[in-house]
């Protein structure tokens, strides 16, 4: 089974709401990504756990959070988000960060408003 | 950083080939190459690891000149199926452990 799911998904926020992304991965993975996706173009990738621990943050605005409670979910915390953050969300894990196989979930489809 | 892909769109009939090309300024240690459909994730179709290393994948198949720096996606004898948006991903000899998605070929395969 190589399934990655994420609620919600679909998302509409204003700029002053909280809201929160989630994902889940039961195949044992120990790295988890958050990657951005706007119309047309590759997703960009924000964050990285590898262990539970934030291993790389790409320079991503403090209004996403990410969280990464156990070894099997990862959120994304969003907190006064300005409309160009309306994207795709993607959510990724593989076995171990570095070299090896990304599996993608659905993703979040995020509008703010 | 991020590798060039070429073409950026390609129609094809049922039935024919399609070469889609990745190409990269720096040093590769590894080559993934995806396939997304219209509003869903990224699929997962293979990795090449070694320089001249060629994989396969049912009617799809990719090689990995190291030397050039390139990866190559063969698509042959196309079905309705194979329409979507290609994109390799990079891992660099050097530098971050990310990987680094390329521009994106968008195939549409017509009847």
């Known amino acids: 089974d190589t399934e990655v799911t994420q609620t919600p998904k679909h998302l509409v926020m204003g700029m002053t709401n909280k809201k929160s992304l989630k994902c889940e991965q039961h195949?044992?993975?120990?790295?988890m990504y958050w990657y951005k996706q706007k119309a047309k173009k590759p997703p960009e990738l924000m964050f990285v756990y590898s262990y539970e621990k934030l291993s790389i943050n790409e320079s991503v605005p403090s209004r996403f959070s990410p969280e990464c409670p156990n070894s099997s979910l990862l959120n994304l915390h969003l907190h006064a988000l300005q409309p160009e953050d309306s994207a795709l969300y993607l959510c990724?894990?593989?076995?171990?960060?570095?070299?090896?196989?990304?599996?993608f979930g659905p993703g979040t489809r995020l509008l703010v408003l | 950083q991020q590798p060039v892909q070429s073409p950026q769109a390609v129609i094809l009939r049922e039935g024919e080939d399609a070469v889609i090309n990745c190409s990269s300024s720096k040093a590769l240690y590894s080559v993934h190459w995806y396939r997304q459909k219209h509003g869903e994730a990224p699929v997962f179709l293979m990795i090449l690891l070694k320089g001249g290393e060629q994989k396969g994948h049912e009617k799809i198949s990719a090689s990995f000149n190291e030397k050039k720096q390139q990866s190559s996606l063969y698509l042959t004898a196309s079905q309705l199926s194979y329409s979507g948006t290609y994109f390799c991903?990079?891992?660099?000899?050097?530098?971050?452990?990310?990987?680094?998605f390329g521009t994106g070929t968008r195939l549409t395969v017509i009847p």
């Open positions: 990724a894990s593989s076995r171990e960060q570095g070299v090896k196989t990304q599996y």
């Open positions: 195949m044992g993975h120990r790295a």
């Open positions: 991903g990079t891992f660099y000899q050097t530098g971050a452990n990310n990987l680094f």
